[in-house]
């Protein structure tokens, strides 16, 4: 990946009259640093099983307890056409009557190549990318007494469900490039069905770590090519 690639997540240089800047893409780079972040360090992602080729969900495990959930529409919707929802029924018997913040990664549609946000944030406000907060909302779904949630997810977009609080919120343990010791910073089981559904327990895979390390990849691909539309 070079600098004058569209897949890069920045345009570091001025290339065909345009300035530097942050692309689409890195909203999927942001999205997984704050996904894995708020594990401090014990984050585990594996893949769930879909019946919709193009839907994708991850569950993710901080402390071997289930954090989050991932869910990546990527069906293809340009900015001008008419946007649909895909409907996810999340079985999470052991959260009843808990709360999910709902974080999303989304743009105008799959054609955008500006104006991208991810978790209420933009990094398109000056050539560095300075994360600059346009949407403090918290968008909230509460599980229900029967431990089911209802998410909806526009095409061509991505959330993020966290359980118990807005991601990027929390308090993450970073160690100084010495190892010498840590600070403290705020960080900027399941099953799913989109009108589909898999299994709430975990994943024996996620308590390896080439399978969580692979899985994390996987998942900043394939965020990564929503957030620029490359997937169709």
Known sequence: MTDNSYAAPWQPININDAAPHVRSTYYAWAAVAQLLGAG???????????NNSYIRCYAAYAESALSSLVIINAQQVNASETKTNATFEVELPAYAGKTLYISYLT???ADSTENTTWNGISYEQDSVGTAVTID????TITVGGNGVATIPVRDS??????IGSKLGSETVETV????SGSSSSSSSSTSSSSSSSS????????SSYSATSSSGFILLFVASCIARGFIV
């Open 157 to 162: 977009q991505a959330v993020i469900a966290h």
């Open 40 to 50: 401090n360090s014990t984050t585990q992602i594996t893949a769930l099983t879909t």
């Open 136 to 139: 403090d909302t918290s968008y």
């Open 176 to 179: 100084s490039s010495t190892g």
């Open 199 to 206: 299994s709430s327990k975990k994943s024996s895979a996620a």
């Open 107 to 109: 743009a105008a549609g």
